[in-house]
């Protein structure tokens, strides 16, 4: 061990105005890097979930805290001035991905449309419709009604339940035995040539 390292304190971050002070005074931005990187870290990793994201995000606050020298010591602690820098990068980031999405949504609608249904597509569709239309009308009415409005509705059997005034059971067991019913009359009526 040398007589150097034996006199050197131990390593503890520097402190706040000594933080400011890193920036505009010309010092150590490896200092500021080592004291608040984990918490900078940590907030772009809870915002972006990803943590390549994250790390790519610390990179760049202190890039832009370096390059850009906008932090005033007066307004506040250096680590807040990046935490906040931190989240405005962040929310910037997955704004700039959603908008990235939904350009690329609408570019693949343009670039590849729908399939246009042929005239043999659309009579098969009309008639599993015909077939659907028939099997639900051969089921009982209680479950005839359960089925539409979970189907067509999109309601929930809790909400079916509250709606008709039923317990949960009955329309579980009512939805539960009505597609019985639907399957057994689809796969016994024939199809039609």
Same mark, same amino acid.
């Given at each position: 061990m040398n007589s150097s390292d034996a006199e050197a304190p131990p390593r503890r971050p520097p402190p706040r105005g000594s933080l400011a002070a890193a920036d505009g005074g010309g010092g150590d931005l490896g200092a500021l890097y080592d004291s608040c990187s984990g +918490?900078?870290? *940590?907030? !772009?990793?809870r915002?972006? &979930?990803?943590?390549?994201?994250?790390?790519?995000? @610390?990179h760049d606050v202190f890039l832009r805290y370096w390059q850009q020298g906008r932090y005033d010591p007066a307004r506040?602690?250096?680590?807040?001035?990046l935490?906040?820098? @931190? *989240?405005?990068?962040? #929310?910037? &980031?997955?704004n700039q991905r959603a908008n990235r999405w939904q350009l690329v949504q609408r570019w693949s609608q343009h670039l590849f449309p729908a399939a246009v249904p042929t005239p043999h597509d659309r009579a098969e569709s009309?008639?599993? !419709?015909? *077939?659907?239309?028939?099997?639900?009308?051969? #089921? +009982?009415?209680?479950? *005839?009604?359960?089925?539409?409005?979970a189907y067509?509705?999109?309601? =929930?059997? =809790?909400a079916i339940g509250a709606l008709l005034e039923l317990p949960l059971g009955t329309v579980k067991t009512r939805a539960r035995q009505g597609l019985i019913r639907? &399957?057994?009359?689809?796969?016994?009526? +024939?199809?039609?040539?």
């Open positions: +918490p900078v870290y *940590r907030l !772009a990793l915002l972006c &979930r990803s943590s390549q994201e994250a790390e790519d995000l @610390t506040g602690p250096v680590l807040a001035y935490l906040l820098l @931190t *989240r405005s990068m962040a #929310i910037n &980031r997955l009309e008639d599993l !419709a015909e *077939r659907v239309r028939g099997a639900l009308a051969a #089921i +009982p009415a209680n479950q *005839r009604q359960v089925l539409e409005m067509y509705e999109g309601l =929930s059997q =809790s639907l &399957r057994a009359l689809l796969h016994d009526s +024939p199809a039609q040539p």
